[in-house]
């Protein structure tokens, strides 16, 4: 079995568990820092302590998730290579405008502030959550197509939970939801990846044990 194919999920996994730890391990030694309201990569602003472990991590992340994208076409692509090559190309987008353009284009440490890299961070980004953000939908039709009942409906829970705190997570940057909870920022960034990432955790999960 190619090498990439058999340790792909364990790039997967790591680059999710990862994704969901490392902020809470870095934040302590950013004074002031704030996991309700700020977004993850915040903490790779110019001004952060931490910017440099942190940017260094987002670059791991999105090759890691590049590296899982053999195993995942190799476990789907028989049953629809449409659904898994879109699947694919969600991910890969994802790796690059989300987790390696986090790396290369900081965003700074308060909106109010753009430049040119913050920019490019930013549409990276949004490009990337918005196509990753259908990832669960499609890996639920896999899944009930693969007669896998039970994932294909946590996929599907997923996804319902992760375009509500998406939409959250939009709405928390305008000025007539300032000082209410819509306004955590991130807090519903947070909830939004978790709820993404569930499927593929699961898949990952199950083909490593």
Known sequence: MNLF????????????????????????????YSHMLMSISALGNPKSPVRGIFNFWMFTEGLLF?????????????VSKPLTNAVILFIAIFAVGACIFTCLFSVNETKEVVTTASKIHGIGSVIGFMLF???????????????????????????????????????????EFANTIIANEG???????????????VISVRNIL
């Open 66 to 78: 590049l590296l899982s994208l053999p195993s995942i076409y190799h476990y789907f692509s028989s």
């Open 133 to 175: 953000l259908f990832v669960p939908l499609l890996l639920s039709i896999l899944e009930f197509k693969c007669h896998e009942i039970p994932c294909g409906v946590i996929s599907v829970v997923s996804f319902i939970f992760a375009m509500i705190f998406f939409v959250l997570f939009v709405m928390s940057d305008k000025s």
């Open 187 to 201: 807090l519903w960034q947070r909830l939004n990846i978790l709820f993404m990432y569930i499927p593929l955790a």
């Open 5 to 32: 194919v058999k340790y792909g999920w364990f790039a997967l996994f790591i680059a999710i568990l990862g994704d969901i730890l490392i902020p809470f391990i870095l934040a302590p030694f950013y004074k002031g």
